[in-house]
């Protein structure tokens, strides 16, 4: 679309549940030449973010808007960050030919299409140009259980598969209900190479036409005010720690951490300093019961060179995790890890 003020600038929604992928899937992205110049707003759930560290070296700006989620907290500030990105865009002060939002993992989708089709000014400076849903194939049937990630599928026009080279991977079944419930939506295979800019990009404007009739509904529930909230039922903890962890304890944490608290987690992310390299920390992933294999990086991404582990999801124990830590770091003092806490099914304070 070409208004007074130039041609709209194409916007696409990048989203997926906890851990599906859609950070690694951006970086590799990004790299490519057909989306030099673009700018991405990375929005965090959680009081640190971590994407925006993990995504050095990438071309073009990455701008974070943190502190809550898009589609609540803050939808005024996503409506507030495009009007002033398109501002400095216009001032000279900023260049880019596309942008790239990609949610947090446990955004409502629908009230993001929402603003971007609805509010007049972004209506008109932004062109909606697809929604890109990715789906984990490893752990998507555990993420479809929460209302978010089945309206991520909903809306998307393009979805891209991931983690179909995992042994954990259920690539036949997750193929088969996304393509009884979004049968328009074209499927790409991240892991095969098939999710190419050329394939993601600039192909038709996004609508809500073609899409499950139930979007039409949630879109008119939107206009009234009617939310799905759901999120509020999630907690997410921080540990930060100065003390670095033993080579030979790092497994041993994670796999307790596995066990004791994994049945609530849905979403871990951390940036480790390990004792035999305190310069260079690990990054550790893990989405509800699949933890993936550490990697080190070469330096830390900001002056901040502490431990910082987030976890996402339902009835965790901060205070355990950071004990548990803590007794692997042997930060003196520490107890060390109380099994009896650790499996503890119900709230272990209280009993
Ligand atoms: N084996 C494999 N691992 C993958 C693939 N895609 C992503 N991962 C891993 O999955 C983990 C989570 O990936 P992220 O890109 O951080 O996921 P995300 O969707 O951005 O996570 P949140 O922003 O926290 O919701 C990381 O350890 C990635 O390396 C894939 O196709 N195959």
């Given at each position: 679309?070409?208004?007074?003020?130039?041609?709209?600038?194409?916007?696409?929604?990048?989203t997926?549940?906890?851990?599906?992928?859609?950070?690694?899937?951006?970086?590799?992205?990004?790299?490519?030449?057909?989306?030099?110049?673009?700018?991405?707003?990375?929005n965090?759930f959680?009081?640190?973010?971590?994407?925006?560290?993990?995504?050095?070296?990438?071309?073009?700006?990455?701008?974070?808007?943190?502190?809550g989620c898009l589609c609540c907290a803050v939808r005024?500030?996503l409506?507030?960050?495009?009007?002033?990105?398109?501002?400095?865009?216009?001032?000279?002060?900023?260049?880019?030919?596309?942008?790239?939002?990609?949610t947090t993992?446990l955004a409502d989708p629908i009230p993001v299409l929402h603003s971007?089709?609805?509010?007049?000014?972004?209506?008109?400076?932004?062109?909606?140009?697809?929604?890109?849903?990715?789906?984990?194939?490893?752990?998507?049937?555990?993420?479809?259980?929460?209302?978010e990630?089945?309206r991520?599928?909903?809306?998307?026009?393009?979805?891209?598969?991931?983690?179909?080279?995992?042994?954990?991977?259920?690539?036949?079944?997750?193929?088969?209900?996304?393509?009884?419930?979004?049968?328009?939506?074209?499927?790409?295979?991240?892991?095969?190479?098939?999710?190419?800019?050329?394939?993601?990009?600039?192909?038709?404007?996004?609508?809500?036409?073609?899409?499950?009739?139930?979007?039409?509904?949630?879109?008119?529930?939107e206009?009234?005010?009617?939310r799905v909230g759901?999120h509020?039922?999630?907690?997410?903890?921080?540990?930060?720690?100065?003390?670095?962890?033993?080579?030979?304890?790092?497994?041993?944490?994670?796999?307790?951490?596995?066990?004791?608290?994994?049945?609530?987690?849905?979403?871990?992310?951390?940036?480790?300093?390990?004792?035999?390299?305190?310069?260079?920390?690990?990054?550790?992933?893990?989405?509800?019961?699949?933890?993936?294999?550490?990697?080190?990086?070469?330096?830390?991404?900001?002056?901040?060179?502490?431990?910082?582990?987030?976890?996402?999801?339902?009835?965790?124990?901060?205070?355990?995790?950071?004990?548990?830590?803590?007794?692997?770091?042997?930060?003196?003092?520490?107890?060390?890890?109380?099994?009896?806490?650790?499996?503890?099914?119900?709230?272990?304070?209280?009993?």
């Amino acid at each position: 679309m070409t208004t007074g003020l130039g041609r709209a600038v194409p916007i696409t929604v990048l989203t997926g549940f906890l851990g599906a992928g859609k950070t690694t899937l951006l970086n590799r992205l990004l790299r490519q030449p057909a989306l030099a110049n673009t700018l991405v707003l990375v929005n965090e759930f959680g009081e640190i973010g971590l994407d925006h560290l993990l995504m050095q070296g990438v071309e073009g700006d990455v701008v974070e808007l943190s502190g809550g989620c898009l589609c609540c907290a803050v939808r005024t500030d996503l409506i507030e960050t495009l009007s002033n990105l398109i501002a400095k865009r216009d001032a000279g002060q900023l260049s880019y030919e596309r942008v790239i939002l990609e949610t947090t993992g446990l955004a409502d989708p629908i009230p993001v299409l929402h603003s971007l089709q609805t509010d007049p000014y972004l209506a008109m400076r932004f062109a909606l140009d697809g929604v890109i849903t990715v789906v984990d194939a490893a752990t998507g049937e555990g993420a479809l259980k929460h209302e978010e990630a089945v309206r991520q599928v909903a809306v998307a026009d393009r979805i891209v598969l991931t983690k179909t080279d995992l042994p954990e991977a259920d690539e036949a079944d997750i193929r088969r209900r996304i393509s009884e419930f979004v049968p328009n939506a074209t499927l790409l295979d991240a892991a095969k190479g098939e999710a190419e800019p050329e394939r993601l990009f600039g192909i038709t404007p996004w609508s809500s036409l073609g899409l499950p009739e139930v979007v039409g509904e949630w879109l008119a529930a939107e206009v009234k005010g009617e939310r799905v909230g759901e999120h509020g039922r999630f907690r997410t903890t921080t540990i930060w720690s100065d003390a670095a962890l033993p080579p030979m304890a790092f497994g041993m944490f994670v796999d307790l951490l596995k066990s004791g608290q994994g049945q609530r987690i849905l979403r871990l992310k951390g940036l480790v300093k390990a004792a035999d390299d305190p310069e260079r920390p690990v990054v550790i992933h893990g989405v509800q019961h699949l933890f993936h294999p550490p990697v080190r990086l070469d330096s830390w991404p900001d002056d901040d060179h502490r431990t910082r582990i987030v976890v996402i999801g339902d009835g965790l124990d901060a205070d355990v995790i950071a004990k548990l830590y803590d007794a692997f770091a042997g930060v003196p003092g520490a107890e060390p890890p109380d099994r009896s806490v650790l499996f503890a099914t119900d709230d272990p304070i209280s009993r």
